[in-house]
């Protein structure tokens, strides 16, 4: 008896959950929510139309990924970010990324390359369009385009992790024009020189545009520290 194959699923459908929580990363790293603001469960259960089971699981995700802090006796907060945080969470981005670009670059492939273009093209769009979740949903499939092609999954793993506080920081650091370069230049020199398979100029690439990003946040944080 022949057992019938199963069409692999191209894109699992999001759960109710999985939606509540891009809603509230987005929430956060946008700004709609302040660092330190409460998060009150009624009020959230009102807008988003779900239950609290939801709301409270949603809350211990975003916990887990450093955007909500929860205080004895006061309840979750959104996090406060500061430098300390901030330039451990470059140093990590530093280390892997320029690893990552260097490994992609010496064994980029034709489909690589394609992939890694559409990805820049579709962050350009997000950026036009100023969806903040089109941007960090194009900006993470650029990156995860590198450090698969690097074969560096354990890397990309930990960036996951961090991926919020990330993301909290691009939208911080992304509309400030008192900078070296623009953002979406630096990811064009990045993608060029891992294109170009030069992984030299790739992780140099990388150096630049983290350099640039880390000295605005430090100079904005420094701004908002009390």
């Known amino acids: 008896m022949n057992t019938p194959s199963l069409e692999k699923i191209a894109q699992p459908p999001q759960t109710l959950r999985d939606m509540v929580q891009e809603r509230m990363r987005d929430a956060i790293i946008t700004g709609h929510f302040k660092p330190g603001e409460r ?13 609290r089971t939801v709301v409270r699981e949603t809350i211990r995700y975003l916990e887990a990924e450093g955007l909500v802090e929860i205080l004895p006796g006061h309840g979750p907060i959104v996090a ?58 194009a900006t993470n499939r650029f990156y995860q385009e590198i450090f698969e092609g690097a074969g560096h999954n354990v890397a990309w793993e930990i960036v996951q992790r961090l991926n919020g506080r990330i993301s909290r920081l691009r939208m911080m650091t992304l509309s400030d024009t008192n900078r070296e370069k623009p953002g979406p230049s630096h990811m064009l020199s990045i993608c060029e ?13 990388v150096h630049a545009h983290l350099a640039d990003t880390a000295a605005i946040a430090e100079r904005l944080l420094a701004a908002q520290a009390p």
């Open 39 to 51: 998060l009150v469960e009624r009020p959230l259960c009102e807008q988003l139309g779900v239950s």
């Open 80 to 137: 406060e970010m500061n430098w300390s945080d901030a330039r451990q969470i470059y140093d990590i981005r530093r280390m892997l990324e320029t690893a990552a670009a260097r490994a992609c670059a010496l064994s980029v492939t034709g489909d690589r390359a394609k992939r890694l273009k559409s990805a820049l093209a579709d962050l350009q769009k997000g950026i036009d369009s100023g969806v903040a979740s089109d941007l960090f949903a």
């Open 193 to 205: 020189a891992i294109v170009a398979g030069d992984p030299e100029t790739a992780e140099r690439a």
